[in-house]
């Protein structure tokens, strides 16, 4: 590369976006909400924010964990950073609090804690007007099925991020066939171990790769509600 193409790289202004995921990927916990709030200033949409900026933070941690970069106590801190960010962005993201579709049952399976994601699912549902029925994490399937039953809900979502523990999601289907709910509930599922094989494996309605895909999919499943 020529001096000047290399300058030129150099010179680079970092956008918003990019400056909210260095400062996530760079665990400063103090800076993120200045970060974030840079970025609404510069006319970036709230959204837009968490995934490209938070969201795709996140990704890179992970490499870094992975790499043995960063460690637990690394994840740990990422994580309240993350919330952090996302406290400036939920308010803006949510709707009225009018809920008129669904409900909408969600939770990450038995064994996984993660919630970050399934919790910016719960805000995207919420503010395109869904009720939504959230049970935390590593949620039994009992307490699936429980909730189905007490809430009346035709549509699940499952949140799985580790792939130790990709068989909760055979004992959730299990358990709603058991409990001769199966055709009664579509179920889709997210999170970063999911691929299409597993939709196909466990018989699943469908895949959601992020927080919008998600959003689609239960707006189609609503409009086909009898
Ligand atoms: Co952990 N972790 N973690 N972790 N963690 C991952 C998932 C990992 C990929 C990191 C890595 O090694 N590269 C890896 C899993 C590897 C694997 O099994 N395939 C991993 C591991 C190994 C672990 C532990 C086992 C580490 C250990 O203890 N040695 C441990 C497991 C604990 C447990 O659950 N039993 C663990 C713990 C943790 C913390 C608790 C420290 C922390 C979570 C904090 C929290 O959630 N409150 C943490 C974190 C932060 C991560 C990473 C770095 C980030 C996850 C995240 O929040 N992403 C993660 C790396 C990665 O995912 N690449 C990693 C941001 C979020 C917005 O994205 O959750 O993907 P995501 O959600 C997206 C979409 O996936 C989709 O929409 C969301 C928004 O767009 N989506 C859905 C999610 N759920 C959906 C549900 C739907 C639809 C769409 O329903 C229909």
Request: aromatic share 4%.
């Amino acid at each position: 590369m020529g001096n000047a193409a290399s300058r030129l790289l150099e010179v680079e202004p970092v956008d918003a976006i990019e400056r909210v995921k260095k400062t996530l990927v760079e665990l400063d916990i103090e800076g993120i909400q200045t970060a974030v709030r840079e970025a609404l200033d510069g006319g970036n949409a709230p959204l837009d924010i968490a995934l490209r900026g938070l969201g795709e933070g996140m990704k890179d941690i992970g490499e870094l964990f992975q790499s043995e970069e960063y460690y637990l106590a690394d994840l740990v801190l990422a994580g309240e950073t993350m919330k952090e960010g996302m406290a400036v962005l939920e308010p803006l993201i949510s709707g009225d609090g009018a809920s008129r579709k669904g409900p909408v049952v969600l939770f990450t399976v038995k064994g996984d804690v993660h919630d970050i994601g399934k919790n910016l699912v719960v805000t995207m549902l919420s503010a395109a007007g869904f009720k939504v029925v959230d049970l935390g994490v590593d949620v039994a399937e009992t307490r699936v099925v429980d909730a189905l039953r007490e809430s009346g809900a035709s549509l699940l979502g499952m949140s799985v991020l580790i792939t130790p523990m990709i068989s909760s999601i055979g004992d959730v289907v299990d358990a709603i066939k058991e409990a001769g709910l199966r055709e009664r509930v579509r179920i889709a599922v997210g999170g970063a171990c999911t691929t299409p094989e597993l939709v196909e494996k466990f018989g699943l309605d469908a895949l959601g790769r992020d927080a919008v895909e998600a959003v689609g999919i239960f707006e189609e499943w609503e409009t086909k509600k009898a």
